[in-house]
């Protein structure tokens, strides 16, 4: 299994509602993670988690909560959206090996899945 | 600070033209990767190929093949004889390493390639 596989594919949420996008993996990679991707525009890195742990968050709104469960399991939790967070989600996740200095460290692979579009409306 | 560019915001060929999209990245990191992923119109992001920064050989893959130049900070990709399903947004992106584990992407504003018949 190489894949990464997100739920759902498509979303559309009031500015009041809740809801949760879920991402999940099988290869066995230790750290997981979170794009937003704007429309024309690259992906930009939301949050990191490294063996379950949170790495990274890259100053993104307290609206948006990442949760991972497990290994394998990944999830961005949503409340009180904007209109402008209507995005595609992605999730990545990717194997490594070594520290985090520089020159000790190989990646084995980096998978995206294919994305939740979300709609805030 | 990790930049990637991709000069090239839309290139246009015919069927079976050879088409070089280009990537020059800045980076401090002694060790980092570079990438290439097709965005189809669907939208799921499609490894092509990564390479380490230790490695400075070109690689052919099908129609595909890279050139990646330390020397000039570029990592360029060429597509042979393209065809109408290469038609896509080619992202060229760069690695850092997290020191809590991890790696970041750090991608290029990406160039449209449209391949018509």
């Known amino acids: 299994d190489t894949e990464v596989t997100q739920t759902p594919k498509h979303l559309v949420m009031g500015m009041t509602n809740k809801k949760s996008l879920k991402c999940e993996q099988h290869?066995?990679?230790?750290?997981m993670y979170w794009y937003k991707q704007k429309a024309k525009k690259p992906p930009e890195l939301m949050f990191v988690?490294?063996?379950?742990?949170?790495?990274i968050n890259e100053s993104v709104p307290s609206r948006f909560s990442p949760e991972c469960p497990n290994s394998s399991l990944l999830n961005l939790h949503l409340h009180a959206l904007q209109p402008e967070d209507s995005a595609l989600y992605l999730c990545?996740?990717?194997?490594?090996?070594?520290?985090?200095?520089?020159?000790?460290?190989?990646?084995?692979?980096?998978?995206f899945g294919s994305g939740t579009r979300l709609t805030v409306v | 600070a990790q930049k990637v560019t991709q000069a090239q915001t839309e290139i246009s060929v015919v069927e079976k033209e050879d088409v070089t999209l280009d990537c020059v990245y800045e980076?401090?990191?002694?060790?980092?990767?570079l990438f290439w992923y097709k965005q189809p119109p669907s939208g799921e992001l499609v490894f092509l190929i990564r390479?380490?920064?230790?490695?400075?050989q070109n690689e052919i893959s099908g129609r595909y093949s890279w050139n990646f130049q330390k020397s000039t900070s570029s990592f360029n990709f060429t597509i042979t004889a393209s065809q109408v399903v290469d038609s896509a947004v080619y992202f060229c992106?760069?690695?850092?390493?997290?020191?809590?584990?991890?790696?970041?992407?750090?991608f290029g504003t990406g160039t449209q390639l449209k391949v018509e018949l």
């Open positions: 390479r380490n920064s230790f490695d400075e």
């Open positions: 992106a760069l690695s850092h390493i997290l020191t809590g584990g991890g790696n970041k992407l750090t």
């Open positions: 290869m066995g990679h230790r750290a």
């Open positions: 990545a996740s990717s194997q490594y090996q070594g520290t985090g200095v520089s020159g000790t460290t190989k990646i084995y692979g980096y998978t």
């Open positions: 980076t401090r990191d002694t060790t980092y990767y």
């Open positions: 988690y490294s063996y379950e742990k949170l790495s």
